[in-house]
């Protein structure tokens, strides 16, 4: 099964990932992770996402297929793989279909995570507190928001458009909460 958990910053797509890959034996795949994780190493490609993260804008499309490229042969190696954050753009989104066709696999369930902007905003800042994550500034999160109006939320239409399974679900509440409805969904998407 390869699965897309979608959502806008804070949205909980990281949280409720974990909990997916745990009970579902999937992979996580987190493009931001994989990112966080350069930066921290001060790779070349940390350098240059370093910049455009801080800011809250999407770093260029080509840069995170290759990454997505070099991580998804072994990731579909298993029982399956849960994309966190990617795709991110309708590019992607294509690259990713493509890349998929060539082992005769497609995306199969889309979960959207569903949270009033005014709830995200609140996770984001409190989370600045706590973690200090580079782009929980208010100046970064508005970029964020805007970058995922303006190109992300494009990416459920392209596969609502496929005819692939999309599950709407309310992520408000407590973790454990969003995460019955979410197991709900995937169980019954999966009969
Ligand atoms: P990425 O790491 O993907 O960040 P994001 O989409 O902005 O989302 P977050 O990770 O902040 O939130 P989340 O939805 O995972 O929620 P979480 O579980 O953490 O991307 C970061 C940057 O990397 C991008 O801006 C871009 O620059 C770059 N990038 C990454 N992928 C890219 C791509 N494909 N193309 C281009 N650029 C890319 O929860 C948030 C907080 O809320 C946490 O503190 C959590 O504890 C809390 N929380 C979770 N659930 C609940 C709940 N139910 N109630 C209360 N609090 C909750
Ligand atoms: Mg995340």
């Known amino acids: 099964m390869i699965g897309i958990i979608f959502g806008p910053p804070g949205s909980g797509k990281g949280t409720q990932a974990a909990r997916i890959e745990a009970e579902f034996n999937l992979k996580h795949l987190s493009t931001g992770e994989i990112l966080r994780a350069e930066v921290a190493r001060g790779t070349p490609i940390g350098k240059e996402a370093g910049r455009i993260m801080a800011a809250g804008d999407l770093v260029p499309d080509k840069l995170i297929v290759d990454i997505v490229r070099g991580r998804l042969p072994e990731a579909e190696a298993g029982a399956g793989v849960l994309l966190d954050g990617f795709p991110r753009t309708v590019r992607q989104a294509q690259a990713l279909d493509a890349m998929l066709a060539e082992e005769g696999h497609r995306v199969d369930l889309v979960i959207a995570l569903e949270v009033p902007e005014g709830d995200l ?33 494009a990416v459920l239409d392209h596969y609502a458009r496929q005819g692939v399974a999309l599950e709407r679900i309310n992520g408000t509440g407590t973790p454990e909460q969003v995460f019955d409805r979410i197991r709900r969904a995937i169980v019954i998407s999966s009969r």
């Open 121 to 153: 905003i609140e996770r984001l800042l409190h989370r600045a507190k706590v973690e200090g994550r580079a782009d929980d500034t208010r100046k970064a999160i508005t970029e964020r928001m805007h970058e995922y109006h303006k190109l992300t939320e």
